[in-house]
């Protein structure tokens, strides 16, 4: 079926016809239609790409980059922002190219020599009634990554999957496993970029593709834990991820959790893609717990562990999924520490946690107790018999922190220390060790409690340490030096 329809498409593209035929197809013509921003264009060649391509570049100014091999090279024209991709057509139809493609809502062309739309598959009813539909069966055993592709658009695109197309996805969700896992891996994350991506994890789940992709998943179900979190671990897991998601973005009448520091929170947030990572993370951080469970004499359940262990499934994990270092280390940094944050906050209840305790915390750990604290709160949150006010209490808490790092110790941190290792090997004769770098970072930890605040305090400070330490034989080297601490 064709269709003759406006495009938004910029007027350079439209030239590209007095080239020769050539017709935009895929995700940026889906994106025209429903009005999302696009910078990346997809053509189809019915005659020679590479020439077009090259047609092309002559025009701008620019030059062709060959992407992929033999009959799915790609060649690419990158013209200011935008980047346009040829591709050789399949077939000696347009119509019989696009019904080889995924899903319908990628299966139309528009030929812009004539103008038209051509849309052999419906796919503008799709659009319109927002309905991920595979094109056939044949296009999951072609490429079985394409079964999380329809879970990363319709969260994308916040379309409903078509019944039948989970249904194929179910039947053939084992398939996953032979594909190249740097694909389901990006895949996935794209998934979890987006803003509600919750309801497609549950969706995943249910056609039995999550546990393909990640197993190490399937112990945790039916794996009960005590009586406050009334969930078993993998609903937990579940209920963490759609939690932490509300936090990132969180409905207009909510608000940021703690809008005082909006600013700190959403530029570390915007780093990288710790959003997905921190949406990974919340997932994973309890995969720990069915290998580490008991149950003492008391009939209490214990996870003894479970971090640790964790963290090294995490780290297995993402190297299986091919996920870049960076990634890899973050994830397990956040499921190996996810428990500090409610440790600090249960000292505090105890009324046994020191300034030195919190101060510490937030030293060690600096701009990455965002994610660590947020993740607490939707951690707390996803515990079905948490109530109202303990989460309010640890909200709290947890601004407490916040307010520490940001408005008193990183201020801190960003100033010049007191004293150095020379400071110290000339003053008390010392040679150059371990203990220096110690004994400089316990000055540095005093300094942004506010303990000391001169260069003389800090002597001072290390001359009292090391006559506890018993080093009686030690004098410094300037015993002139205005009243400091002498030992003897």
């Known amino acids: 079926m064709s269709h003759r329809k406006e495009m938004k498409i910029t007027r350079h593209l439209h030239e590209l016809s007095a080239i020769g035929p050539v017709y935009l197809v895929g995700g940026s013509l889906r994106d025209d239609i429903l009005g999302r921003p696009s910078k990346d264009y997809d ?7 590479r020439a077009f391509s090259e047609a092309v ?13 033999d009959d799915r090279t790609v060649y690419r024209v990158v013209l200011g922002k935008e980047i346009l991709d040829f591709s050789p057509m399949e077939g000696e139809e347009i119509e019989k190219d696009l019904k080889r493609r995924d899903f319908t809502i990628n299966a139309m062309a528009y030929d812009l020599q004539s103008e038209r739309l051509i849309d052999p598959v419906d796919a503008l009813d799709d659009i319109r009634s927002k309905t991920i539909r595979l094109i056939s069966e044949k296009a999951i055993l072609d490429d079985p990554v394409r079964m999380v592709r329809a879970f990363r658009f319709a969260a994308v695109l916040g379309f409903a999957i078509a019944p039948e197309t989970v249904a194929a996805i179910s039947r053939h969700r084992g398939l996953i496993t032979r594909s190249a896992k740097e694909r389901i891996s990006a895949e996935a994350m794209s998934m979890m970029e987006a803003e509600r991506s919750f309801p497609c994890l549950r969706e995943m789940d249910r056609a039995g593709l999550l546990g393909q992709i990640i197993p190490e998943l399937e112990p945790c179900r039916g794996c009960l834990q005590n009586e406050i979190h009334g969930r078993d671990v993998f609903e937990h897991a579940m209920g963490t991820y759609e939690e932490i998601e509300s936090i990132l973005s969180p409905p207009q009448e909510d608000g940021p959790l703690w809008p005082e520091f909006s600013a700190p929170i959403q530029g570390y947030l915007e780093q990288g893609n710790r959003k997905g990572l921190l949406k990974w993370a919340a997932l994973l951080h309890d995969v720990g717990k069915p290998e580490t469970r008991s149950v003492d004499p008391t009939g209490k359940v214990r996870f003894l562990g479970h ?15 091919r996920m870049s270092g960076q990634s890899r280390s973050y994830m397990t940094f956040v499921v190996q520490k996810h428990l500090l944050p409610l440790f600090l906050f249960d000292a505090f209840e105890r009324k046994s946690l020191t300034s030195k305790g919190m101060v510490g915390f937030a030293r060690k750990y600096q701009d990455d107790i965002i994610g660590l604290l947020i993740h607490s709160v939707a951690d707390e949150r996803a515990k079905a018999r948490a109530s109202d006010e303990s989460i309010c209490k640890l909200v709290s808490f947890l601004r407490r922190i916040m307010s520490t790092y940001f408005r008193d110790l990183k201020p801190k941190m960003a100033e010049p220390r007191l004293i150095d290792g020379h400071d110290l090997m000339r003053h008390f004769n010392l040679k150059p060790s371990r203990r220096l770098g110690r004994l400089l970072q316990k000055v540095e930890e005093a300094r942004l409690r506010g303990e000391v605040k001169t260069k003389k305090e800090a002597m001072e400070l290390i001359g009292t340490w090391l006559q506890l330490e018993g080093d009686a034989g030690i004098e410094p080297a300037t015993p002139s030096s205005g009243g400091l601490c002498s030992i003897r």
């Open 43 to 49: 053509f189809a060649v019915p005659g020679n790409a």
């Open 57 to 69: 570049a002559r025009r701008v100014g620019a030059r062709v980059i060959e992407i992929g091999k």
């Open 307 to 321: 971090e640790q262990v964790g963290a090294a499934m995490v780290r297995d994990i993402c190297s299986r999924l």
